[in-house]
């Protein structure tokens, strides 16, 4: 006789063998996975080839850890400057508010000012949620200040439950299901932060752990949300690659095994390996709402996934903006730059300096018949941010004329041709350097300089 309790599985309604119930493997010994992680060398990928089905949520949405993962990673922001920042993502997310969430500290007056700030403004979206060490007192704090979520840490793997808890499995998810019960009966809801998840033994201890957390959520009557966090951008996306690595792997495990909807599931990722966009993207396809995200991906180490970069795959994965104003992106772009001294790399999808600039003679010829054949999308539209062909010794006058053009937004009849005397003037310029030997590429710096000196020359004042 099978003893083995059943249980109704919701999605499919048939009632299933709780074979699916995963004790807790409590070991004496950490289970660090030296086969995928042997430190000493390149971790490997491996795979057992079991695909995982897409079950992309009806709802998916992006939150943003910019004043938390984001802060830790640099000099902190002014209060002034994140009141700016969290305004510009209330309007870029749009009134379906696809940037759902921000995260706060709440550890100094400054942080909490900020928070103050921000709820001042009595936005629906982002949702002002906290970061916080997980006591009685903070969470006590959270619910003074008026917020209904507070992020909690409970790392999961046994590089941390071992060496830096310097705990036991079992000790670790008592003393973790200890803090959420406490933040809970505060009335808090709290957002469970699995640090570490890529390499962590999934079925021997978050399983186990994520399905307390959801007995927990069903007595308190308040949700309980799971962060997946790829802390060390381990996580792959590859059909068929083996947990703990497997980002379908990891969603799929918590979603069917322990049971966690997909709007209390969300991915944190990090781009270690270059992964953090596709591995948040994948997340979504395979069941979590929620991608958390930094913007131009600031964060720690090599830093967290680009919020503008999931701007732009919600956006092809449903077809549609849903309302986002994607032009606060190059806004937030100028402001780091001018007004927070951030530079950011040039080559930088969507944000950096020449992300739609075209230097190759033969892309620019291309591009001045067609702007389309060398464009991603409309970028003038969407970022306002026209297209730019880069001048060098293949621009003639039209390629010239093209760059004053969009460089300096000359529109309509303040534009100038290939006949306009500044024009020549510059390619008169920009021919003695190639014939003089040059070998380099001409920069905006230069262009601005002879510009400025033809103009004064001719005694025109074409550039605002
Ligand atoms: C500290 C934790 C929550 C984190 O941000 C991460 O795991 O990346």
Redesign the pocket.
């Known amino acids: 006789m099978d003893n083995r309790s059943v249980r109704l599985n919701k999605k499919s309604n048939l009632l299933k063998l709780d074979e699916y119930m995963y004790p807790l493997v409590d070991t004496d010994k950490p289970n660090v996975f030296r086969n995928l992680f042997p430190y000493e060398e390149v971790p490997k990928i491996a795979f057992n080839d079991r695909i995982v089905p897409h079950e992309m949520p009806e709802d998916i949405w992006i939150t943003d850890?910019t004043f938390?993962?984001g802060q830790q990673s640099r000099t902190p922001y002014s209060t002034d400057q994140i009141v700016h920042i969290y305004d510009a993502f209330h309007r870029l997310g749009g009134p379906k508010g696809i940037i759902r969430q921000c995260e706060f500290f709440l550890y100094s007056k400054k942080d909490k000012d900020a928070v103050y700030k921000c709820m001042e403004k009595g936005y629906k979206f982002p949702e002002i949620t906290s970061w916080i060490r997980a006591s009685k007192k903070d969470f006590e704090l959270v619910k003074e200040i008026g917020l209904k979520e507070t992020?909690i840490?409970v790392s999961c793997s046994d590089y941390h439950i071992f060496y830096k808890m310097k705990m036991t499995r079992k000790q670790a998810m008592e003393h973790y299901l200890g803090v959420v019960r406490e933040c809970l009966e505060t009335g808090i809801s709290p957002r469970c932060?699995l640090?570490?998840i890529t390499r962590s033994d999934i079925y021997g201890f978050v399983i186990p752990f994520c399905l307390e957390l959801m007995k927990l959520k069903d007595e308190y009557g308040i949700p309980v949300k799971i962060?997946a966090?790829?802390?060390m951008g381990y996580g792959v996306n590859f059909p068929g690659a083996v947990i703990p690595r497997s980002v379908p792997g990891i969603i799929y495990g918590l979603k069917e095994h322990a049971g966690v909807p997909s709007e209390l599931l969300e991915w944190?990722g990090?781009n270690d390996f270059y992964k953090a966009v596709n591995n948040s993207t994948t997340a979504w396809l395979y069941g979590a709402s929620a991608v958390n995200s930094a913007l131009f991906g600031i964060g720690?180490r090599t830093g967290n996934t680009p919020l503008e970069a999931m701007v732009f795959e919600y956006a092809q994965l449903r077809g549609t903006l849903d309302g986002m104003d994607t032009t606060v992106i190059t806004e937030l772009a100028e402001y780091y730059e001018k007004e927070i001294g951030y530079h950011i790399p040039e080559r930088t999808p969507f944000v950096g300096k020449n992300f739609n600039v075209t230097r190759a003679g033969i892309h620019a010829d291309g591009l001045l018949k067609n702007e389309e054949i060398y464009n991603i999308f409309d970028t003038d539209k969407l970022l306002n941010r026209p297209v730019l062909v880069a001048v060098s010794n293949t621009s003639g006058l039209a390629g010239i004329a093209h760059w004053i053009n969009t460089y300096y937004r000359l529109k309509g009849d303040k534009a100038v041709d290939k006949k306009s005397p500044l024009v020549a003037e510059v390619k008169k310029w920009v021919d003695q350097e190639y014939e003089t030997g040059r070998v380099t590429a001409i920069t905006d710096g230069e262009l601005e300089k002879v510009i400025k000196e033809s103009s004064k020359k001719l005694n025109v004042n074409l550039i605002p």
């Open positions: 850890t938390r993962d992020g840490l932060h640090e570490d962060r966090c790829d802390t944190h990090h720690e």
